[in-house]
């Protein structure tokens, strides 16, 4: 099955600081989106962005499908931004798949 | 409108024994799926329902099994708790032939004794 990957596994920044993630993926896929999970375990929508680029506020996206990967720029970080982001793919079939997600903390 | 919701929110069970998790997806949505978040890693899928059929079956035991109703809200049940069955159960619906993005219940944390 296909195989996805998130980068960093963990991130710690300063309030105020920018930072990117990554998801590499290993085969074509027709569904991307990200989540973040907060604290009590409540999975967020923040983007389904299958390719080009996205922005909501401090938070955009950019997929790349030819080349099997998506990124997640944080900007201006707030506590509230800390949690886990999840990268999760759709490739043939009906079954989202997860990677292994990036824990962010971002200290006062 | 309401998003999906869950529950109970929180199970404590023994081993050998069987839970019934429930879902009810938004309003409108036919597909119901459901993942298992163990602590530390980012779900997994279980089982995909639409339109009252089972569409789709991850990698789990016969142990696990779900069902749709007519109201499209979702039932997962466990047979024969095992300890590592302990995790979080998550439930998310989706509008077939839109923009195709999946939403998330709460979850229900199971704890197996």
Known sequence: ???????????????????TLRCNFSDSVNNLQWFHQNPWGQLINLFYIPSGTKQNGRLSATTVATERYSLLYISSSQTTDSGVYFCAVRAAGNKLTFGGGTRVLVKP | DAGVTQSPTHLIKTRGQHVTLRCSPISGHKSV?????????????????????????????????????????????????????SALYLCASRLLGTTDTQYFGPGTRLTVL
């Open chain 1, 1 to 19: 099955g296909i195989q996805v990957e998130q980068s960093p596994p963990d991130l710690i920044l300063q309030e105020g600081a920018n930072s």
């Open chain 2, 33 to 85: 799926s459901w993942y298992q978040q163990v602590l530390g890693q980012g779900p997994q899928f279980i089982f995909q329902y639409y339109e009252k059929e089972e569409r789709g079956r991850g990698n789990f035991p016969d142990r696990f099994s779900a069902r749709q109703f007519p109201n499209y809200s979702s039932e997962l049940n466990v047979n024969a708790l095992l300890l590592g069955d």
